[in-house]
């Protein structure tokens, strides 16, 4: 890989991060009764989060069943 790929990548997982901690923080302060916004945020935030437990869920289920096909 080339140094600007890398660049690039790097400011990707940075940017996933900082949003992966403002959401964490929103959500917190909507349980502290924050404004309107940060509500909406956290419930985004929930959201993403359930949807990501869902398809890892999905994921080792598919796995389980392809892996036991073979056998």
């Known amino acids: 890989m080339n ?3 890398e660049n690039m990548v790097g400011l990707v ?3 996933v991060l900082v949003l992966a901690v403002g959401g964490c923080a929103c959500v917190v302060w ?3 009764g924050g ?3 940060v509500r909406g945020v956290a ?3 929930l959201a ?3 949807l ?3 398809a890892g869920k999905n994921r080792r ?3 389980k069943r392809t892996g036991s096909d073979g056998d």
Request: glycine share 8%; proline share 4%; hydrophobic share 50%.
């Open 30 to 32: 909507a349980e502290r």
């Open 13 to 15: 997982l940075v940017g």
């Open 52 to 54: 990501v437990r869902l």
């Open 61 to 63: 289920r598919s796995l």
């Open 43 to 45: 419930l985004v935030t």
């Open 48 to 50: 993403a989060g359930e």
């Open 3 to 5: 140094a600007e790929v």
């Open 35 to 37: 404004p309107r916004w």
